[in-house]
């Protein structure tokens, strides 16, 4: 039963990040993939690491982490200063 509730309780904190993402979208407009790249990532989510697109970009319906059960990948929310700092831009063309 506590794994159960475990994964409920996890279930819940992703949506409520893609919630506050979504409410940020204005001044975050952009969210980037973050895999954990260890020997447990699983290769399709080792190619998703680092993909930037808009928030509201279609490619986030059928990638989105934060609603992938057992998934350790999270994605975090940029806005253009925080990009050009690390010197990442957009990604062009993401992994299908």
Not at 32 to 51: E, F, I, L, S
Request: net charge positive.
């Amino acid at each position: 039963m506590s794994e159960a509730v475990d994964e409920f309780d996890r279930s819940a904190m992703r949506v409520a990040k893609w919630q506050r993402i979504q409410r940020a979208k204005k001044m975050l407009p952009f969210i980037r993939y973050v895999a954990v790249m260890d020997g447990r990532t699983r290769p399709d989510h080792a190619k998703c690491h680092g993909v930037i697109l808009p928030v509201d970009h279609p490619w986030w319906d059928t990638h989105n982490p934060l609603f992938e059960a057992d998934c350790r990948c999270t994605v975090q929310a940029l806005n253009q200063r925080m990009m050009d700092q690390r010197g990442w831009t957009v990604t062009l063309n993401p992994p299908q």
